[in-house]
């Protein structure tokens, strides 16, 4: 990635990041999110970026999310939602619940975390080792 891009990337992630701590406060407390389930999603998220990156490097017309601060929102909350459909067995948080709770159109709910999941070349899967990484930056994160 070039310097410039670097520094774009580096700026996003210092806008985006309050946006992001804010959003897992609310669902902790309100969705009742398990750790687990936080680090499903943060583990989403991150792939989301990465294929983001890998999008930008090449030269591809295909529909992709670029996430900004308009649409961050959306993003967790779409990875939230996968995150709780490989998690449990019945979903407690439907997307209508959802859609309700952050006054959103379920409609675009539904199309935008189609869109998520495809950009992920629907490949959700978090292994036992991607799991203690993300596990470990999140703890190292939250004691600095």
């Excluded at 897992?24 to 680090?39: K, V």
């Excluded at 459909?85 to 959103?104: E, H, L, P, R, S």
């Amino acid at each position: 990635m070039s310097p410039p891009m670097q520094k774009h990337q580096q700026k996003k992630i210092e806008i985006l990041f309050p946006k992001i701590n804010i959003f897992f406060c609310y669902l902790r407390q309100f969705a009742n999110l398990t750790g687990s389930e936080i680090i499903y999603t943060t583990f989403l998220d991150q792939k989301l970026i990465e294929s983001e990156k890998q999008d930008s490097d090449s030269d591809s017309d295909k529909d992709r999310i670029i996430i900004n601060d308009m649409n961050i929102g959306t993003v967790l909350i779409c990875a939230v939602i996968l995150a709780m459909k490989m998690m449990q067995d019945v979903v407690k948080c439907t997307n209508y619940w959802q859609a309700k709770a952050f006054g959103m159109n379920l409609y675009l709910l539904n199309q935008s975390q189609m869109i998520f999941f495809i950009q992920l070349d629907c490949n959700v899967v978090l292994e036992r080792k991607q799991f203690i990484r993300v596990y470990s930056l999140i703890k190292q994160t939250s004691e600095s």
